[in-house]
């Protein structure tokens, strides 16, 4: 939220706090003051903010010293209001995209109960504490806000589009990134490097800077596949092309700082998707997959490498069409690194379409399931790179997972590949499809006999599932939960015995 706004509510809301506890009406304020009812009210709903000489009006009417009037503290039963402020959940909350009015809000939480104030402290501490200060929170919002739009941008799809027509691209499956590039210098005027980023050891993880200037420098990381400069190329052309101005300069999630910085690194990203595979083109190779009878992993690795995509392109652009095209909109997309050096497993991308199940669904402090076909084919490429240390290729396997306790069933669509940046990370990227009677009319191998099938959970500690191989953890909280749910019958059963 910007600084000025901010100082403007506050002083807002100081101004009403200590008018109302003189027992001061507006029109009594503006009779004392000099000040007209309209601007006073304007300064209290935090529109305006007075100049140096209405303050010190406004200070003398109510009986107080100037710096009492300017100081940013408030009250303490609006303390709770100056932290919510002062922190930064409102760069992480996407209100004003979601139609909210920021200073509408703080008026009614100024106007509520004590009890409310406490609730709104309680909220601001948890968030403090928890994961929402990094970023979390935003990017739960941002995997809500492409949920209701079944990950399908029909305005993006557009532009993209109009983009190729504009700047002459033929219909292609394969648009490389020296073209994207040729755009960005002739059009936008980019200086293009591809060394200096590497001269920092510090950077090295990271896959492009950008600085702005006379002309805009674009540093690339020269460890980029050619896919991957491709896709940064095609995000720059969005930015430029889309008109977006509120960005982050540094390809890393670390530095997506707001929501808007994330949102529209995901709208950038969208149109670079789109730009690179071509949305009629992809429609025809993905009816021909799911008309297929048989699952074949030979042949989705070679529709994977037909485009100059990346792996997670593939897979999202799957997820943008499925829903809008083929009526598929129960579905889950899933990316997990695994640091082969550090035995860890970290989820690093998700979104869910109307379903509420995947493998682990972000759950802190436990282990996923190792049965999801995402392990398996992580466990897969890190068995190739033993035997061949020099395998630079994908490894894709499929599985029908059945979930424990529940009806769902999904048909899970994995690849998994050894990263560039990092020697010792590899990374999985699965789709599930929920199974229904939609799946079932088009996607024609869901029921082939060579596809196997696997019964699923989320973790490890909320699993009761018996002699599992692939268990890593205990069933701590599955087992916790059945203590609670016994003691819950038990009260109920005593209940019913001494109220016959």
């Known amino acids: 939220m910007a600084k000025g706004n901010y100082i403007k509510l506050i002083f807002g809301l100081k101004l009403k706090q200590i008018r109302q506890d003189k027992k001061l009406s507006l029109s009594d304020l503006s009779l004392l003051s000099g000040l007209s009812i309209s601007y006073l009210n304007e300064i209290e709903s935090g529109k305006k903010y007075p100049k140096t000489d ?19 503290k408030l009250m303490r039963n609006l303390m709770p209001i100056e932290e919510f402020l002062e922190s930064n959940i409102l760069d992480q909350l996407p209100l004003d995209h979601y139609g909210i009015d920021i200073n509408k809000l703080i008026l009614l939480m100024a106007n509520s109960s004590l009890q409310l104030s406490a609730l709104i402290a309680a909220f601001i501490e948890t968030a403090q504490n928890s994961e929402l200060k990094q970023n979390s929170f935003s990017r739960t919002a941002l995997r809500t806000y492409k949920e209701f739009n079944d990950n399908y941008f029909e305005d993006i799809e557009n532009s993209a589009l109009n983009f ?63 896919a991957q400069k491709a896709f940064v190329a095609g995000k720059e052309l969005a930015y ?30 969208y149109f670079s998707t789109a730009l690179l595979m071509n949305k009629n083109l992809f429609l025809e190779d993905l009816r021909k ?39 598929l909109h129960k579905i889950f997309f899933l990316r997990f690194n695994y640091d082969s050096k550090l035995n860890e497993y970290t989820p690093t991308n998700e979104l869910r379409l109307n379903t509420r199940r995947n493998p682990g669904a972000y759950q802190a402090n436990e282990h996923y399931c190792r049965r999801w076909i995402s392990f398996e084919t992580l466990n897969k490429i890190e068995s190739e790179i033993k035997r061949n240390k020099n395998f630079s290729g ?49 996607i024609k191998f869901y029921d082939d006999s060579n596809v196997p099938i696997k019964t699923v959970n989320d973790t490890c500690e909320k699993c009761l599932i018996s002699n599992c191989k692939e268990r890593v953890a205990p069933p701590n909280t599955a087992e916790r939960m059945a203590k609670y749910n016994n003691i819950e019958k038990a009260l109920i059963r005593l209940k019913e015995e001494f109220t016959i």
């Open 54 to 72: 209405k303050i010190s009006h406004l200070a003398k009417a109510l009986g107080v010293s100037y710096d009492n009037m300017v100081s940013l």
């Open 164 to 226: 190729l027509k504009e700047n002459k691209f033929r219909e292609s499956y394969y648009i490389g990134y020296d073209s994207l590039k040729s755009v960005l210098q002739s059009k936008y005027k980019y200086e293009i490097d591809e060394t200096s980023l590497n001269n920092y050891n510090e950077l090295n993880e990271m896959r492009a800077v950008v600085f702005k200037g006379k002309k805009d420098k674009l540093l690339l990381n020269n460890k980029l596949s050619e």
């Open 240 to 269: 430029n092309y889309l008109g977006i101005k509120d960005r982050s300069f540094v390809y890393s999630s670390m530095r997506l700082n707001t929501f808007d910085h994330l949102l529209n690194y995901f709208k950038a990203s």
């Open 289 to 327: 997959l799911f008309n297929s009878n048989k699952w074949s992993n030979k042949e989705f690795l070679l529709l994977a490498n037909k485009y100059n995509a990346t792996t997670e392109m593939f897979f999202q652009r799957i997820t943008n069409l499925s829903a809008k095209y083929f009526g």
């Open 394 to 442: 994908r490894v894709s396997g499929i599985l029908h997972s059945k979930f424990d306790g529940s009806k769902d069933e999904y048909i899970c669509l994995s690849i998994a590949q050894k990263g560039n940046l990092q020697k010792d990370l590899l990374s999985s990227m699965t789709i599930g499809f929920q199974v229904d009677d939609t799946l079932r009319q088009k």
